[in-house]
C-alpha cells in the first residue's frame, strides 16, 4: 500500500517510524515544495538500508532528509530497494537525527545565513573543513551558500558544515560577519 502527504501533516521522523515499526520495503521519496525530489530513503522489512540526498549518501543523507520541514513525501513499497549502504539501529538514528537538528538549530543563532565567512588565515585539521575552505576559496562567502555548496558537492551535511565553519573561526583560520541584528541583540543580551 502506497503512502502520500505533506510534511506538515506528517513529519519525516513520523514517517520513518511507522515505515520501521510496519517491517515495510520499498522506497521513501522526499520532494520539496515544488514537487522536485529532494532525496530518498530505501527500506527493507523496516531496515533502513540506503539513503541519499543530492550528492549525499548513507548517515549523512538520512540527517540530512530529516531536517527537511517543508514539501511532501511518497512510500512505495517495493521489493528492489538500493542495495544496503549501513545497517543501524532506527532508534539511534533518529536519536542522533533529532539531537542534530536541535543543535542545528542552537548554531544558527550565532552563524545565520546571511553571515559572511572570510579567509584569515592557517589551514583545515580535516576534510570537512578542507572542503569548506575550498569552496569558501580567496574571497568570502555567506554561510548560506556555502552550506549548500557542502551539500550539492555531497561533502558534507548542514549539521558537520557548521560545526567545522565554527571549528575555523575559534581557531581564527576564518572570520565570520555576522548581520548587525545579531550584533544588536547579543548586547541586550
Known amino acids: 500500500m502506497s503512502l502520500k502527504g505533506t510534511l ?14 510496519g517491517n515495510k520495503s520499498g522506497l521513501l521519496v522526499v520532494a520539496d515544495t515544488l514537487g522536485s525530489t529532494v532525496g530518498s530513503l530505501g527500506f527493507n522489512n523496516g531496515r533502513l538500508v540506503s539513503a541519499s540526498c543530492g550528492a549525499l549518501r548513507g548517515e549523512s543523507a538520512f540527517y540530512a532528509l530529516l531536517g527537511v520541514r517543508e514539501g511532501s513525501f511518497s512510500f ?10 549501513f545497517n543501524l539501529s532506527m532508534a539511534s538514528l533518529l536519536i542522533e537525527g533529532m539531537r542534530r537538528i536541535d543543535e542545528v538549530r542552537r548554531m544558527r543563532n550565532f552563524m545565520p545565513s546571511d553571515a559572511i565567512v ?58 565570520v560577519i555576522r548581520p548587525a541584528r545579531l550584533v544588536h541583540e547579543s548586547s541586550l543580551t
Open 118 to 175: 572570510t579567509l584569515s588565515g592557517e589551514g583545515p585539521q580535516d576534510p570537512i573543513e578542507a572542503s569548506v575552505l575550498g569552496y569558501l576559496g580567496p574571497g568570502s562567502r555567506s554561510v548560506g551558500d556555502i552550506v549548500a555548496g557542502m551539500l550539492v558537492e555531497g561533502a558534507a551535511d548542514e549539521y558537520d558544515s557548521l560545526r567545522a565553519m565554527a571549528r575555523l573561526e575559534e581557531r581564527a583560520v576564518v572570520g
Open 8 to 21: 506538515d501533516e506528517l513529519p519525516l521522523s513520523d514517517v520513518i517510524e511507522m515505515t520501521s515499526l
Open 76 to 85: 512505495e513499497p517495493r521489493d528492489d530497494v538500493p542495495a544496503e549502504e
